[in-house]
């Protein structure tokens, strides 16, 4: 242990420093990712640099005495959220990245953008996934746009998506609600990666997965009026599908699967007939209507998927 006040090195057990006379300070030995995380901190901008700053932070080490312990946390502007302004005094939630030992105290690294964050929320908000009933498998993250993670219940009689969500979204909402309007999808993990891959694409329909283990490639199919849904907005929900399943995503209409030869020639005419037995069967006094996109938007949005 080092002294905070002259940096020498001070014998174990001792509370004077033996080169400043000073009392000691002690540092304690703790995890960074223990309870701070998640922590609520409250904290004041500081300047040009845009740091938060957090002091006072007394914590108890189990020791011959109790002692205190002056603290910094700093969220560096690389670790916040872009477009997010914080104010004096205001209260936010971040993750513990890294703890450092300076001669004014411990230095705590903070982070807003750190997917570790989320599961950390609905840790803290969700008491299944606190207890481990549900086990949060994955997480992708783009911070201040879109997160998808996959759960999993330990527990056959829980819905683990049902229980992130909560009655009328309450439990998720109030995760959004932190992460200031940041979409989340919660989809149910599968231990089949051809499974896995068709949730993680939600909520555009797949016709068929084809998932290489070995080679962590997957070529997936859609229907013609699902690929810009499935591609997502500038190749968001492809891309974020692809780090949450750990797989490369190929991503393919039913014309151009068709063209390549993975689908029969006739497919187009074999699915539309059972669409209209399937309707006429079940859903015969009910209409169904969606908007299609046209042919320029999915081109345009499969150009910056592949770029």
């Not at 819905?159 to 109030?174: F, L, S």
Request: hydrophobic share 35%; aromatic share 4%; with cysteine.
């Amino acid at each position: 242990m080092k002294c905070v006040h002259c940096g020498a090195n001070i014998p174990d057990g001792q509370l004077i420093c033996p080169r400043c006379n000073a009392e000691v300070q002690m540092v304690p030995d703790y995890n960074p990712l223990d309870d701070v995380l998640a922590r609520e901190v409250k904290g004041s901008v500081e300047g040009a640099t845009r740091q938060i700053r957090t002091d006072d932070v007394r914590r108890q080490r189990q020791m011959s005495q109790t002692q205190s312990v002056r603290s910094t946390r700093v969220l560096n502007e690389n670790e916040m959220v872009k477009g997010e302004v914080y104010t004096p005094t205001e209260r936010i939630k971040v993750y513990v990245l890294e703890v450092k030992d300076s001669p004014k105290g411990p230095k705590i690294m903070v982070s807003r953008t750190h997917p570790e964050l989320v599961k950390r929320l609905f840790e803290s908000e969700v008491t299944e996934v606190r207890d481990g009933i549900v086990e949060i498998k994955s997480i992708a993250r783009e911070a201040g746009s879109r997160t998808k993670i996959a759960v999993k219940s330990n527990d056959a009689s829980v819905d683990p998506v049902g229980a992130c969500v909560g009655v009328n979204g309450a439990r998720v909402n109030a995760i959004v609600n932190e992460l200031r309007g940041e979409k989340i999808d919660i989809i149910n993990w599968d231990e089949n990666p051809a499974y896995l891959i068709e949730n993680a694409l939600s909520p555009a329909k797949v016709i068929c997965v084809v998932a290489d283990e070995e080679a962590k490639e997957a070529q997936v199919i859609v229907p013609d009026y699902q690929l810009s849904l499935a591609i997502g907005k500038e190749g968001q929900n492809a891309r974020l599908a692809a780090r949450l399943t750990g797989y490369k995503i190929d991503i393919k209409n039913e014309t151009q699967a068709i063209e390549s030869g993975e689908l029969p020639a006739d497919y187009m005419n074999m699915a539309e007939n059972y669409e209209d037995d399937y309707q006429e069967e079940e859903y015969s006094d009910e209409e169904y209507s969606a908007d299609e996109e046209s042919e320029e938007e999915v081109a345009d949005d499969l150009d910056l998927y592949e770029e």
